[in-house]
């Protein structure tokens, strides 16, 4: 939300109600503004302030499409105004378009290039792309073009804190606070700080200022909830832990209803069932090996591996322990493909354009996926690519005919423990993870995703290698040696240091901390702390307990 400072209070001048919304922004006091700006707005006043903050407030209340429809009438009557193109890009960062939340972001900043704010929401839209680099420097630029601003801080130390730099997290953080003691975002960065270096009271301290502020969103909570549980797991009051992430979940769940409910959003289940009836009804001759389309121009790399498997699998850490070795660079969940699934994913008709493309048409997909890592800023040249993102596991449709030499490494972890440790965490909400705010969600999920992999195995030619998470832990030499010689590579011994490696790294992902403290057994099992609570979905995963070879109850 623009900051009261950066309204002009001489504007429109003489209008007594606009003068009392000013003057409420002027001393902080939003709640007041938003309701004196919603009441003029039903009263048949129109001014693009009013418009701005009705916007916001339906933000906060999870109807960001609202907003963003406002936030467009406001532009139409100030176009040139920063603040409004701005508050365009906060709204599509909610929505999830990131791409175009820059586009606005950039809109703002050529109207008004000092402004702190638009440094903030581009990095803001880098951070949720997975782009933490990029990220980093938009939050440090707001923080020098405005030496105030204390959520560009707080944003500094989340990124500090994924990387498990500690003091630098608690630098940013201390800075934030200063500023704005009941920062949401530095208080989880410190907690989690602390939670890495066993300070649980003290984590749980930072964790209760936040739920006890009642300004605190939908989003705060549900984080400070989460958290909290992580501390009463480490306690090892486990029926505690539960209960928290079934609370902080049901707060997300009810945030992101109206959104990811709405008629025009295609569920997950929905995704799933409408893949498994297209490869039901398709000849399988239809997905017959091809020789692949002539090489990309953009493509200088030694070859390509997709690492896929369900959220939790395992996945950055095979990602990570290949980026420790100097043949292989690891794109960390970015979209590539991102053409190929807008064409050919999304659209409902799309997989059946898939199996009509011609070498040709392939081809430009190919084209349009190495022209996005190129400008990624991956040095490649004579390098093994390997794209680690988990939900192409639901696209291999689309890498076994684009990319018909590419290998494909599927982790596998035990069933009982991914679905635990998708419940417990919080991701981006999209409609694949709305469905993991709920235990049957998450287990039916994973069973249905597991169902469509099995048919993906039986039609498509893929080139595929299993890696079963709990046999790296167990043994990592023998079985990351095999990895090595599936994807192309030698083994080398430092890729035991591979943790030391992901610390220098940006990864945006839950398993960022877990990975750069390196090889752990600490999360093998862990369902059985948690059996009572598992019972009722037990049954559901049971199939593929039994499938992957994992020990009974």
Known sequence: MTTAAEFNPSADAGDARLDEIRNALLSSDVPKATALAREALDAGQVHPLLLHLRAHQLQELGRANEALLLLHQACDLSPADPLIRNAIGECLVRLGRHADAIAAADFALQLNPELARARFTKGLAYEMLGELKEAEFCFRQASQLDPSFADAYARLAAISSRRSDWLQCRAMAGKALELDPPNSIALFALATADLAEGALAEAELRLRTVLENPRMNAHERANARSMLGDIRDRQDRTTEAFDLYRDANLELENFFAPVMTAPEIESSPALMARLS????????????????????????????????????????????????????????????????????????????????????ELSGYRDAYWRHVRNFGLHLRDRILVDKQPLNLLRLPLISRIFPEAKIVLAIRDPRDVVLSCFRRLFNMHPFTYQLLTLSGTAESYSAAMELLETFRAKLPLNLFEMRNEDVVADFDAHIGKLCSFVGLDWRPSLRSFGAHSRRQHIATPSANQVARGLSAEGVEQWRRYRGQLAPVLPILQPWVERYGYPAE
Do not use: C, M
Request: no cysteine; aromatic share 6%.
């Open 277 to 360: 009836q297209h490869f039901r009804e398709t000849p399988d001759l239809v997905w017959t090996r091809r020789n692949p389309p002539a090489r990309s121009t953009n493509d200088t790399s030694a070859g390509l591996v997709f690492i896929v498997g369900y959220p939790r699998s395992g996945t950055t850490l095979l990602g990570q322990i290949l980026a420790a070795h100097p043949g292989a660079i690891t794109l960390e969940e970015k979209a590539p493909l991102v053409d190929a699934i807008r064409d050919l994913f999304d659209d409902p008709q799309g997989i059946r354009k898939l199996v009509q493309l011609s070498d040709a």
